[in-house]
C-alpha cells in the first residue's frame, strides 16, 4: 500500500509529493518538474527499488508484523535497559555521594582539617567543569571505540577516582579526584541515550529513556539508605565513615565496570545478541521511522557543522540547563536541607529516601504518556510549574513539614524534565554523528551549569538565593524555552505540511534526501 499526498502553492509555488509506505518512509528519487504551461514547479519523492532497503523478512499481514516487532521490542528491552539502569545508578551514586559524606558523623569537612564551605563548595564546582568539558567529544569516540568497550573502560577508571576519594587526608587531594571523577564519568549519560536512540523508534523512546534516568531517582533513595549504612564503619582500617561510603561505592562500580565488557551491547548493525534477520528489522523499523541512526556512518566535519548551525541545538541547551542546575542543588543539598529542619544525620539520609521514589515514579508515568500521545513540549511546561511550586515552599515558610513537603513537589517538577528534554531532542535530530554532537552539547552545557548549582546554598537554615536561584531558572529556562520550541517547531511542522519546504531537495537524487535528516521536507517534528 502507498501514501501519495500532494500540495501546490500558486501558478508559481511548489509542491511535494511524497511516495511511501503505509507505515513509514523508504528512501527516495527525487524530480523536479516544470509545467511548460503555467510554470509551477513540483517535486515528487519517490521510494527506491525494495532491495535498497534492509530485508526485514517474508512478507506477512498487519497484525502478524505487529506481533513480531513487540516480541523484537520485549528482547531488546530486557537484553540492553536493566544493565543500563544500573550503571547510571551507580553513576549518579557515585557523583551525589559527597553531599551524604558531609552529613555523617564525623564529617567530610571535619575529618579533612575542617574545610569551609567555600572550600566544599570548590569541590562539588571542579567536577562539573571537567564533565562538561569532556562531554561533547563522547559520544563520537563511543560510536568509534563501541559501546562495549568505551562504557565498561570509564566506569573502571571512575571507579578507580571514586575509591581513591576514601583514601584522600587534604582538600588539594580531594579536589584532584573529584577533577577526574568528572572527565571519566562523562561519557555515559549522553552515551547511553545516544545508543538507545539508535535502537528504538521515536515514539518509543521516551519510555525507555524514562526508564533510564528513573536510576538517578532510585540512586537517590538507594543512596541515603546505603550511606546510612556504611557510616557505621566508621573507625575501621583508620578510615571515617565518609570515607566507607567512597571506597565501597567505587569498588563496586569498578566490579560492574569489568562486568560491562559482556553486558552491554553494540549498535544494530553489528548485536551479536541478534540473529541476521532480527538485525535486518530493527533498521528497517528504524528506516520506516525515518532514521537512518541504526546503518553505519563515517564521521565528517560537515555533521559537527550541522549540528551548530541547528537552533534546536542551541535553545535545547537552554532548556536544559533549566532542569539540570535544579538537579543537581537538590541532589546534593537535600540531605542538608532535610538536616536542617532539625532532623539528625541518620534520619536526615533516611528521609531523603521517598521524595526520589517519587519523583522516579512520575518520571516513567511523563515517558509512557510523552511517547503514547508523541508530544513532549507539554510536558515539560506542566511539570515544570510543579517544580517551581515546590521550591516556593521552601522560601515562604519555615515549618519544617510544609518545607518537607515542598521537597516532594521539587523532586516531581525536576526529574521527569531531564528524561523528556533528552527524548525531545533525540527525536528532532537525525543523522548518527549530528544527534551524537547535539545530544553531547545539550548534556555538557547543562551539566557545565552545576557549576551554580554547588555555589548556591549557602545561607542556613532558609538557602533563600538558592531555592530562588532554582526558581529562576526553571521559571525562564525550562518553562520559557519549552514553550518557546514548541511554538517554533509547530509552526515549521506546518510550514512543511503545507509544501512551503519543498524547494529544498528539488534536483536531489536518491540518498541525497536521506541524507538531509530532519532537515528533510517530509520529516515532522515531535512537539
Known sequence: MELKASQSAGEHGSGLTKVGHAHGHGRYRVSRTDNLSGGAIGVNIAASPPDEDPDPGPIFSAEECERIDRLLVRKLDWRLIPWLCVLYLLSFLDRTNIGNAKIAVPGLQESLGNMSTGRYNACLTIFFISYAIAEPATNVLLKRFKPSIFIPVIMILWGVCMTSMGFVRSWSGLMTARWFLGLTEAGLYPGVNYLLSCWY??????????????AAAFSGSFGGLLAAAITKLNGIGGRPGWAWIFIIEGVLTIVFGVLS?????????????????DRARVIHRLSEDQQSSAQHEDFKMSYFWAALKDYKMWLGMFIYMGVVMPLYAFSLFLPTIIAQMGYKSTQAQLMSVPPYACAAVLTIAVGYLADHYLTRGVFNICVSLIGVAGFAMQLASQNPHLKYAG?????????????????????????????????????????????????????????TVGHATVMGYMIVCLFGGSLLMTILLRRENAARRAGRRAH???????????????????????V
Open 201 to 214: 523508534k521515536r515514539d518509543e523512546f521516551g519510555i525507555r529513556a524514562a526508564i533510564f534516568f528513573s
Open 261 to 277: 565488557f559482556w553486558m552491554v551491547h553494540d549498535f544494530p548493525d553489528t548485536a551479536t545478541f541478534l540473529s541476521e534477520r
Open 407 to 463: 521537597t516532594f513537589l521539587g523532586a516531581l517538577g525536576i526529574y521527569p524534565c531531564i528524561a523528556n528534554t533528552i527524548s525531545w531532542m533525540s527525536n528532532n535530530i537525525e543523522g548518527v554523528y549530528k544527534r551524537g554532537v547535539v545530544l553531547g552539547f545539550v548534556i555538557g552545557w547543562g551539566n557545565l551549569n552545576g557549576v551554580v548549582s554547588s555555589n548556591i546554598y549557602f545561607e542556613k537554615p532558609k538557602f
Open 504 to 526: 529544498l531537495i528539488e534536483g536531489f537524487i536518491g540518498d541525497e534526501v536521506e541524507i538531509l535528516g530532519d532537515m528533510r521536507p517530509d520529516f515532522l517534528y515531535v
